[in-house]
């Protein structure tokens, strides 16, 4: 290396200085903490315990964790299923209308998502449209939509869709569709073209949105807490309620290194799998 | 494959899943009665209202010095860490690259309670400062894999044949590379800016009663009530990052689509 070229390398310094100081410390702070005991007025004191870790096996937290990663599974499975259908459709269309189609699924994508929630609450609410549409057809009393388990799936749904898509769209944008030609001209049926050709070819793209609807899924706290009220609790919700509610900040770092290794297992199992195939 | 109207039809309806909620949220927006969906008649009053609210409009000054800052600091930061990168596929670099991927790996949850505890542990008033270290933080990586995607692109014998006639490493790079490479730096500040002004999860974590930002004002107004100021809030949010993304895309995507 040249004495120029290393004064160059020198430039990355700053931002990486910067990442190990703001990334690096919080995330051992969070390991530090998990092992230390909760404060009389909330807070840290720094005497070793395993207490928070201990905790962690309380039926009740296991309960809500193992109905997160029910939530972020099916979340997940209908994400495939409706984004499957779009990204294909895109793949297919014309150059010019591929780009305004990336363009239109990344809009919702990049609005606020307490905007794209707010939207829902309003449509599901007791004197939203959708009540009084229903309630005009119908008549009776309007129907209880907001705050149940299913508005936080349509609204899990909602919000992850485009990390499913895009993803899939990217894979199967670049398939050779000759391929699938090839079969049908061999006497496959459309059917079987789809499921022997075109699903395996796209297995890289559905892979990536999955894992990526499932972590993001299994990250969310907001969106159980707005639309479901206070009667669907996510792990996400469990961790806000510990450091901001109970200020138990020792039992909250342990819930979020839970979650990490939880979302860790996944990833794992994930990479296997595709190792496999 | 013969293209099927099914497939399409399939395709607009998922667009129209994805759309019609924020069209219903603009269009309630303009609704003059308070209550529920009965149509009142049109009004501006709801946006007027917004402009009086001394809580919205100091969490929207918030969240705009934030996003300025933390921008401008990763647009730096991430420009100059992918020039020095360089091309090559070594260790190394490939070691340096781990660094701006974590963070866009690690569910976000977990940098805000990261981020608290960072910030909880230091006593004391630090103003807007934590959540400008935070906002970075979460920008920097977004900035980098932007530009060092347009960068792999630019040709490096541009900058050599710039050194072959007279030029100074710094002024090939000044002259030559960095023009190339604006398109991509504005695209990763636009961007960068967005995800500040969007980041809910870390904001609430980090701010407190005197540093709202704008995500943070309209989850404390969404808990309290469904009222039409907050569909005004709302629009008036998704239009600036409509703007701000469609921008960005331009500037990214409009020069390859130029070379094609």
Redesign the interface.
């Known amino acids: 290396m040249s004495v120029e070229e290393s004064h160059h390398r020198r430039l990355g310094w700053p931002a990486l200085a910067w990442l190990s100081a703001f990334l690096g410390v919080p995330m051992a702070l969070i390991a530090a903490v998990s092992l230390a005991t909760k404060g009389p007025y909330g807070g840290v004191e720094w005497a070793f315990s395993l207490g928070a870790y201990g905790r962690l096996f309380d039926g009740l937290y296991i309960g809500v964790f193992s109905r997160s990663l029910a939530l972020a599974g099916l979340n997940t499975l209908l994400c495939a299923v409706l984004g499957f259908p779009i990204a294909y459709w895109m793949a297919r269309s014309s150059k010019r209308m591929q780009g305004a189609l990336v363009l239109a699924v990344l809009i919702p994508f990049w609005t606020n998502v307490l905007v794209r929630l707010y939207a829902w609450m309003f449509i599901l609410g007791r004197s939203g449209p959708l009540n009084s549409g229903l309630v005009s057809l119908h008549g009776g009393e309007p129907a209880e939509l907001l705050f149940t388990r299913g508005a936080v799936v349509l609204g899990l749904v909602y919000e992850h869709l485009p990390f499913m898509i895009l993803p899939l769209y990217a894979t199967l944008e670049k398939l050779d569709w000759a391929l699938v030609d090839a079969a049908q001209d061999l006497y496959a049926t459309p059917r079987q073209a789809f499921f022997k050709i075109t699903l395996p070819l796209a297995r890289p793209g559905l892979t990536a949105g999955a894992i990526l609807v499932f972590v993001w899924t299994l990250g969310d706290f907001v969106t159980p807490d707005i639309l479901g009220g206070s009667k669907v609790v996510m792990a996400g919700n469990l961790i806000h309620q510990q450091y901001l509610v109970l200020r138990d900040w020792p039992f909250g770092s342990a819930l979020s290194l839970g979650l990490m290794a939880v979302v860790g297992a996944g990833l794992f199992a994930a990479k296997r799998q595709e190792a496999a195939a | 494959?013969r293209?099927s109207p099914w497939?399409?039809a399939?395709?607009w309806a998922?667009?129209a899943?994805?759309?019609l909620?924020?069209f219903?949220?603009v269009a309630?927006s303009f609704n003059a009665s308070k209550?529920?969906?009965?149509w009142g008649g049109f009004t501006l009053s709801w946006y007027a209202k917004l402009f009086s609210d001394n809580k919205i409009l100091a969490s929207t000054w918030n969240s705009a010095v934030v996003a300025g800052i933390s921008s401008a600091l990763s647009v730096?930061?991430?420009t100059?860490?992918v020039?020095?990168?360089?091309r090559g596929e070594e260790a190394g670099g490939r070691w340096?690259d781990a660094?701006?991927y974590?963070?866009l790996?690690?569910?976000?949850?977990?940098?805000a309670?990261?981020?608290?505890?960072?910030f909880?542990?230091i006593k004391g008033d630090l103003g807007l400062l934590p959540l400008v270290?935070?906002h970075?933080?979460l920008t920097?990586?977004l900035v980098?894999l932007i530009v060092k995607a347009r960068f792999e692109k630019i040709d490096p014998r541009l900058e050599d044949a710039a050194v072959d006639l007279g030029a100074t490493?710094w002024q090939a790079f000044l002259k030559v590379t960095l023009p190339l490479l604006m398109p991509a730096v504005v695209a990763g500040g636009l961007m960068a800016f967005?995800t500040s002004?969007?980041s809910?999860?870390i904001s609430f974590?980090v701010s407190g009663p005197s540093t709202t930002t704008l995500?943070v004002q309209?989850?404390s107004m969404?808990?309290f009530s469904?009222s039409p100021e907050?569909?005004a809030l709302?629009t008036l949010?998704?239009l600036a990052?409509?703007a701000l993304?469609?921008t960005a895309?331009l500037l990214q995507?409009g020069e390859d689509?130029a070379l094609h």
Do not use: C, H
Request: proline share 6%.
């Open positions: 494959m293209r497939l399409s399939a395709g998922t667009l899943f994805l759309y909620p924020l219903v949220l309630f209550y529920g969906s009965a730096v930061m991430g100059l860490a020039v020095a990168r360089g340096q660094f701006f974590v963070p790996l690690v569910p976000e949850l977990m940098l309670v990261g981020f608290l505890l960072f909880g542990l270290i935070s970075t933080t920097v990586p980098w490493r967005v002004l969007d809910f999860l974590f995500p309209i989850y969404l808990k469904i907050v569909n709302s949010f998704f990052s409509f993304v469609v895309w995507g689509a």
